[in-house]
Every structure is written in C-alpha cells, then in structure tokens.
C-alpha cells in the first residue's frame, strides 16, 4: 500500500523557518518526482515546489522562490521542504505528494500520490 507522510508542520512567527519531511512507502519511489502542494482556508490547492526524480531538477512558485528549498534523500524515501522567512500568507495546510514518473510538473492533477497533509500556521 503505498503512502506518503508529512511532518514537521506546526505555528510559528513570521520569520521563523520550519522543515517539513514526508515519508514515502509501499512503492518504488526513488525515481519518481516528489513536490507540495499546499491549501489555505477559503483557497484552491497550488503547487508550492517540486524536485525531480534524480534530485537534479526543482521547481518553485513565485511566491516561495528564495524562501524555500526541497530536497530530497532517496536512502531514506524522503523528500523534505524547508521554508525560510515564513509569512503570515503561507499558512496553508501542506501536502507531499508524488509521481510515477520523474519529470517535474506543476499540475496537481498529474501527481498519483498525496499525503494527508501537514498545518503550517505563521501569525505575524
């Protein structure tokens, strides 16, 4: 059965950084592109950041580029999103997920696998 599953999420100031984790299992994941997505109350779900399935390639949204960095451990089946100089705008319920293929895509539809998602909350 495969499953992904988030950590590290939490409340936090502006400013502060966190480190979020998501644990795959149950398949052969090494290979397949990795990213998040994260929701916020009211909002659509939007891509957040993506890695390759090699490491080599990522990809950000505008609003978290030079904030947050994902990357990835393919030993331990991990894929982790550090985000840096949080704002108030980036809570969000956060989500891991993953892909049978190991291009990069911006498309949540394109992912196969989700987490259940982590709570991001940054009061200002």
């Known amino acids: 059965q495969v499953q992904l599953v988030e950590s590290g999420g939490g409340m936090v100031q502006a400013g502060d950084s966190l480190r979020l984790s998501c644990v795959a299992s149950g398949g052969p994941f090494n290979g397949y592109a990795k990213g998040w997505f994260r929701q916020a109350p009211g909002k659509e779900r939007v891509f957040v950041a993506a890695i390759s399935g090699s490491g080599g390639s990522t990809y950000y949204a505008d609003s978290v580029k030079g904030r947050f960095t994902i990357s990835r451990d393919n030993v331990k089946n991990t894929v982790y999103l550090q985000m840096n100089s949080l704002k108030p705008e980036d809570t969000a319920v956060y989500y891991c997920?993953?892909?049978?293929?190991?291009?990069?895509?911006?498309?949540?539809?394109?992912?196969?696998?989700w987490g259940q998602g982590t709570q991001v909350t940054v009061s200002s």
């Open positions: 997920v993953a892909r049978t293929r190991a291009v990069i895509t911006t498309m949540s539809g394109s992912y196969e696998y």
